[in-house]
């Protein structure tokens, strides 16, 4: 009987061995996991930096070039202004317009009454120094 103990032991310490052993290869493959992982995060912690680099300069352009657009929208506001008041100077001088040929229209209507009258007055001179040619 003593024989089997030595023998359960000896199966036992054998299963030990084996269980270390596997237990060995596993964190084994873990260190090399784990390794890979530190290795992918370094790489994308880089990759982060760059990125961020990259969106900080994006966002620095972007700022001048809204300052700039906000500089030239300023410029054509004056610009606009200027069109505006090209715009009222052009309907004043479209009013005066009319109110000046109103006018010529309504001493043209109160002239053409004389002008009717010195027609007549030149037809009939005409007429009588024409008569008087005669005789």
Known sequence: MEVMLYIAALLAVIAFIVLVVYVVITL??????????????QGLEKQMQGVTTETTQLLNKTNRLADDIN???AKLDGLFEGARGIGDTV???????????STISRYSKEDQEKAAQAVKW?????????????K
């Open 91 to 101: 309907k004043d001088f479209n009013q005066t317009l009319r109110q000046l040929s």
């Open 122 to 134: 030149g037809a009939s001179i005409l007429e009588y120094w024409n008569k008087r040619k005669r």
């Open 28 to 41: 084994k493959a873990t260190k090399e996991t784990l390794n890979n992982v530190s290795n992918t995060m």
């Open 71 to 73: 500089h030239k929208s």
